[in-house]
């Protein structure tokens, strides 16, 4: 499931954070977005090592990839 959920989420956010980028939006805006998808995806890894029931870390990791899609 981390791989599937890992294919549904980050080709869209990555196609996102570029059209950011295209847009010429402050490089500090970019890089916020950047580091909280790779924050959240580490953390959705380290929820679901732990558990595959719901944990902290799954919840974070959405969290963090849904606000950076948002």
């Known amino acids: ?15 996102l954070l570029f059209l950011v980028d ?11 977005f950047g580091i909280m998808l790779v924050i959240g ?5 380290w929820g679901l090592h ?3 029931s719901a944990s902290i870390g799954r919840f974070i990791g959405m969290v963090l990839t849904i606000l950076m899609i948002a």
């Open 41 to 45: 995806r580490i953390a959705h890894v």
């Open 50 to 52: 732990r558990s595959e």
């Open 22 to 32: 295209y847009a010429r939006t402050e490089p500090m805006i970019v890089h916020i």
């Open 1 to 15: 499931r981390i791989h599937g959920n890992f294919a549904e989420f980050v080709p869209f956010a990555l196609l």
